[in-house]
T-cell receptor, first 113, second 114 residues
Framework: DAGVTQSPTHLIKTRGQQVTLRCSPK?????VSWYQQALGQGPQFIFQ???????QRGNFPDRFSGHQFPNYSSELNVNALLLGDSALYLC????????????FGPGTRLTVL | QKEVEQNSGPLSVPEGAIASLNCTYS??????FFWYRQYSGKSPELIMS????GDKEDGRFTAQLNKASQYVSLLIRDSQPSDSATYLC??????????????FGQGTILTVHP
């Protein structure tokens, strides 16, 4: 049983560019959440998708947007990249809204130069 | 006040000792509590979850929850060098049909030395 997968593993972009990160949830999971983890910090919640709709959003600007597809996979898009967007971007999937148990993918390391 | 706070680290314990990690949270509506382990350069790995007051044991790990005190802890017995990692406390306010999000503490770095 495949776990949560993310692509790409690493990415280098320059300021002002746009980036798209991808995530496939664990088999049987229908909810995808995205987190940003800066070096030395805990992950920060960006947003959550369920039934192809954004259900919750954290304190992130509109430059961060997402999408969920009918097969439950998801994309995170970031426009007009800033140096401060350099971080590990984590995707987590879940199915149980009672316990909200979330399992993380390996992450995408984004470096903005 | 931060929403989720963990005891400041780093924490260093000798091999075979008990490591104690603590976490407090501010949202009394929180329903689910998790401990994740994160090795350097890797993503968080779920090691314990707890939903009701009391203790929950899984192998060498014991999670403790006290909702009245808004306190969660993780005990690691017989600590091994392979337990050296950053431990993240996470709290969710999900329940029933509501959509939850995980709020994390800043993490505690644990080093187990031989």
């Amino acid at each position: 049983d495949a776990g949560v997968t993310q692509s790409p593993t690493h990415l280098i972009k320059t300021r002002g560019q746009q980036v798209t990160l991808r995530c496939s949830p664990k088999s049987g999971h229908d909810t995808v959440s995205w987190y940003q983890q800066a070096l030395g910090q805990g992950p920060q919640f960006i947003f959550q998708y369920y039934e192809e709709e954004e259900r919750q959003r954290g304190n992130f600007p509109d430059r961060f947007s997402g999408h969920q597809f009918p097969n439950y996979s998801s994309e995170l898009n970031v426009n007009a990249l800033l140096l401060g967007d350099s971080a590990l971007y984590l995707c987590a999937s879940s199915w149980d809204r009672v316990t909200d148990t979330q399992y993380f993918g390996p992450g995408t390391r984004l470096t903005v130069l | 006040q931060k929403e989720v706070e963990q005891n400041s680290g780093p924490l260093s314990v000798p091999e075979g000792a008990i490591a104690s990690l603590n976490c407090t949270y501010s949202d009394r509506g929180s329903q689910s509590f998790f401990w994740y382990r994160q090795y350097s350069g890797k993503s968080p790995e779920l090691i314990m979850s707890i939903y009701s007051n009391g203790d929950k044991e899984d192998g060498r790990f014991t999670a403790q929850l006290n909702k009245a005190s808004q306190y969660v802890s993780l005990l690691i017995r017989d600590s091994q060098p392979s337990d050296s990692a950053t431990y993240l406390c996470a709290v969710s306010n999900a329940g029933g049909t509501s959509y939850g999000k995980l709020t994390f503490g800043q993490g505690t770095i644990l080093t187990v030395h031989p």
